[in-house]
């Protein structure tokens, strides 16, 4: 890292310790050679140094996963999961799932007791709650297949931030607080751990992560065994021992992350490159991306009633047809080409009325809120060469489990919650779902992370996407339409409030100052019920312009810390 980047990072870290984070907003973000966008700035740093060691953009992702499970441990993670949507500098592309599995002892009624009911919290807190991990092993897939690097150099950063310790900054310092008696009670009896105090964390605490630094040193002489055999493998079957796990030996050994052709659709004069199933992002998105051109949303004013009245009449049937058809693939057969097909999705938009909001009564209602959350983490990486890759990683809830590998200094997923626990009943996201999304042995849990790249006439034009659970694809969704209908720029398309539905519960979650007292009047008026959230999504956004150059655009008003670093 040169003198000049080390100063700007140095002050800027100073910064925003000093005045928590007011209003720190990068004011350029453009770039020539390459640029990282994470939601994090240490992250972002790393990633950007590869970049300028003459690493691909592949390599700086592999580096940045390793560094946020450091830095960000609320969501970056070794023991979570994910996916990668990339396209290289010759414009192919690709998806790789590393999604966690279900423990291959899992069942269908896992979390219901002998009533039939679902068990209050079992899928989200605690041993159970953990599904097979993927991160590592994708990490290696991604690096084996289209790294240039070596693999020891990507992991060393992640290394030397545990050894020498992170700065909390003031969002990290608040979200350890606010968990801590959750994460002290789960864990209880480990008290060597960073994450396990008896006192407030405090911003600019300097955080020591030696277990975490020796299972990376373990990842990075052993690849994929590091993780899934010899002592680490240990450390977790022991974990699970302890707790009434279900992961054994095998479901470690076993786990395989999996290349699948990248989900490819047109929208406008936009080629959408999405992620198939087992995440439903990449459907959802295009079929919304496929009605907002139908309607053609651009017609309408942003945050004008017909503006949000479409996208929630939109959004509302998408999201019913998730619940009803997505799942693995590998376990149930998904209708993609007719879910996708010009077709259905005009017949299926047809009793859209823009003077009325529409009826689904016959519909059993969900009862859960949609939860503010981040937990889940995206970031985007373009090089000097023009390879583009777009990654959404998570351990699920905060913290997933909550549950710390003891002696390894590293959080568990609560990915179980995913799968559709019983049939009508929603789970943390209000998602509702049913046989498709069933828990099966070794099954993949239905995702809604939407990591996506964008092609404007067949030139790389936009990586994007964002965490939020069941609002990831309605966040990408704006995102996209905000460029592209409404012709806004890489920070402006990320910054304008965002508005989400997902059927059920039916209700339409706007972010202040997505609508105007008027038309929150009017589209009451139609039938809807509004509700404030004080956030929706999080977006990390890249935009090659016509030039070249490439902007960064992190969410540093929703979130302070996400940074766009490049060079
Ligand atoms: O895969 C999913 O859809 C969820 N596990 C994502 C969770 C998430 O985005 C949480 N937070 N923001």
Redesign the pocket.
């Known amino acids: 890292m040169n003198l000049k980047k080390t100063l700007s990072v140095a002050l800027a870290t100073l910064f925003l310790i000093a005045c928590n984070h007011k209003q720190f907003v990068q004011k350029n973000n453009t770039y020539k050679n390459g640029v990282v966008v994470t939601a994090n700035l240490f992250a972002s740093e790393v990633g950007s140094d590869i970049l300028e060691q003459g690493g691909n953009a592949f390599d700086a992702a592999v580096a940045v996963q390793f560094a946020l499970a450091v830095v960000y441990p609320r969501a970056g993670n070794i023991a979570g999961g994910g996916f990668a949507v990339i396209r290289t500098a010759k414009g192919e592309s690709e998806s790789l799932d590393f999604r966690e599995k279900a423990p291959k002892a899992a069942n269908e009624s896992m979390y219901l007791d002998e009533n039939g009911n679902v068990i209050e919290g079992l899928s989200q807190t605690g041993h159970l709650a953990v599904g097979v991990p993927g991160s590592v092993d994708g990490m290696v897939k991604l690096h084996q297949k289209y790294g240039s690097l070596t693999w020891e150099k990507l992991i060393q950063p992640a290394i030397d931030l545990a050894k020498n310790g992170v700065r909390l900054t003031k969002l990290e310092a608040d979200k350890l607080n606010a968990y801590r008696e959750r994460i002290n009670k789960v864990n209880a009896g480990k008290n060597n751990c960073c994450y396990i105090k008896d006192t407030e964390f405090k911003t600019g605490e300097l955080i020591k992560n030696p277990q975490l630094e020796n299972v990376l040193v373990r990842i990075k002489n052993q690849g994929r065994n590091g993780f899934y055999d010899g002592e680490t493998a240990e450390l977790i079957i022991s974990e699970m021992q302890r707790g009434k796990g279900l992961i054994s030996k095998e479901d470690l050994l076993g786990y395989e992350s999996v290349w699948r052709p990248a989900l490819i659709g047109k929208y406008r004069d936009c080629k959408v490159i999405s992620m198939p199933p087992p995440s439903s992002g990449g459907i959802a998105l295009m079929q919304l991306l496929k009605g907002a051109e139908e309607f053609n949303l651009g017609q309408y004013q942003f945050g004008s009633l017909e503006h949000i009245h479409l996208m929630v009449e939109l959004e509302r049937r998408v999201y019913a047809d998730r619940a009803t058809w997505l799942g693995d693939p590998d376990y149930c057969s998904i209708p993609k080409e007719k879910l996708l097909s010009d077709e259905y999705l005009t017949n299926r938009y047809s009793n859209i009325d823009m003077n009325g909001k529409s009826d689904s009564q016959d519909i059993k209602a969900g009862n859960v809120e949609v939860i503010e959350?981040?937990?889940?983490t995206h970031f985007s990486v373009v090089d000097k060469w023009g390879n583009a890759v777009s990654v959404t990683t998570?351990l699920?809830g905060n913290y997933g489990s909550k549950v710390i590998v003891k002696g390894g200094g590293f959080f568990l997923n609560n990915?179980m919650d995913?799968f559709s626990i019983k049939p009508g009943v929603p789970n943390q996201f209000g998602l509702v779902g049913g046989k498709a999304n069933a828990i099966e042995p070794e099954k993949r849990m239905l995702?809604?992370?939407t990591p996506t790249i964008v092609e404007k006439n067949d030139k790389l034009f936009m990586v994007t996407g964002s965490?939020?659970?069941s609002t990831?694809i309605t966040s990408v969704f704006q995102n996209i339409i905000n460029a592209v209908e409404f012709k806004m720029n890489a920070q402006e398309c990320v910054n304008a409030p965002r508005i989400h539905s997902q059927w059920l519960p039916d209700k339409v979650y706007v972010e202040a100052g997505a609508i105007s007292p008027t038309v929150k009047n009017e589209l009451q008026n139609l039938g809807h019920a509004i509700q404030e959230q004080s956030r929706i999504g999080m977006m990390a956004n890249i935009v090659i312009n016509e030039d070249g150059s490439l902007v960064g655009a992190p969410d540093t008003l929703r979130h302070k810390d996400s940074r766009a670093i490049g060079y």
Do not use: L, Q, V, Y
């Open positions: 959350s981040f937990e889940t998570t699920n990915e995913d995702s809604s992370m965490p939020g659970g990831i």
